[in-house]
């Protein structure tokens, strides 16, 4: 399996806290068969330093330099987590925060409270600058249920969707347990990582239980493969992962693009 979305960097946001427990979820990550992992710690554009993103690569560094010491069988990537605002667009103009420079991929973090009002626009304005959002999961936000429409047309622009195994498993509730089994039946995800934090409550080895809990959904292990292997390691070599534009969330006649551009602007 590949995990592109984890925070898993010693000591720089609310995951590991230390080279130990980053190596101990490494160790974990081998045992379930991840064979890469890519970090993705969080950034706030308004918090934004040069100093913080030296020091996320300063740790990034230090932890691969123990992990190849103890010689685990796992390829680390770098990676980020972007809080979306209003600036985001501006911001990524600025900043490449991409898995891979061949291709660049930039996972986004929805508000879980709303969708903001800007959300669509800013992913249309994102694929125009040759950026591909991926949008961080999508079933935890309270407004998933009355926002399937926005999360369509979001699938329509050319947006990825990222599960987290933890809430296809019921970690954080029936709720998001019951959205994130909507998505996964209606196949409108590409990529279902761990989203790894801690040891104990997210830890990385939710992502073995929720490949199978899919499989059980899906009864598809094609696309079980696509979402827990392919389509991750094609985000972290900056290889194109097919999207999902064709897709209907509501079961309702799907608009076309050429609408939605319109309502856009």
């Known amino acids: 399996m590949v995990d592109i979305h984890s925070h898993i960097i010693p ?40 100093a913080a993103t030296d020091k996320i690569c300063g740790q990034m560094e230090l932890l691969k330099e123990a992990a190849e010491k103890r010689s685990f069988p796992i390829r680390l990537h770098q990676g980020y987590e972007i809080y979306l605002t209003e600036n985001t667009t501006r911001f990524l103009r600025q900043h490449d925060f991409s898995y891979c420079a061949k291709a660049k991929y930039v996972l986004i973090e929805m508000p879980e409270r709303k969708i903001p009002a800007y959300f669509l626009q800013t992913l249309f304005e994102l694929k125009v600058d040759g950026i591909t959002p991926i949008v961080a999961h999508p079933e935890r936000n309270a407004e998933f249920e009355k926002g399937l429409a926005i999360l369509e047309q979001a699938l329509k622009i050319g947006a990825l969707f990222q599960l987290d195994a933890g809430s296809i498993l019921g970690g954080f509730g029936d709720e998001v347990m019951k959205n994130a089994r909507q998505l996964v039946k209606a196949k409108a995800v590409h990529a279902v990582a761990s ?30 493969e696509t979402v827990f ?18 897709l209907s969330l509501r079961g309702k006649e799907r608009a076309s693009l050429g609408g939605l551009l319109k309502r856009l602007f």
């Not at 101990?24 to 308004?46: C, E, N, Q, R, Y």
């Not at 292997?229 to 064709?246: F, I, L, M, T, Y």
Request: aromatic share 4%.
């Open 11 to 50: 000591a720089v946001d609310d995951g590991a806290r230390s080279l130990d427990e980053s190596l101990k979820m490494l160790d974990a990550a081998v045992s379930i068969g991840i064979t890469d992992i890519a970090a993705s710690p969080h950034i706030f554009d308004m918090e934004f330093s040069e």
């Open 195 to 224: 989203d790894v934090h801690n040891l104990s409550s997210r830890a990385v080895t939710t992502l073995s239980a929720a490949r199978e809990a899919v499989l059980k959904l899906t009864r598809d292990e094609r696309f079980v």
């Open 229 to 246: 292997v392919q389509n991750p390691r094609k985000v972290v070599d900056g290889q194109a992962v097919e999207a999902s534009e064709h």
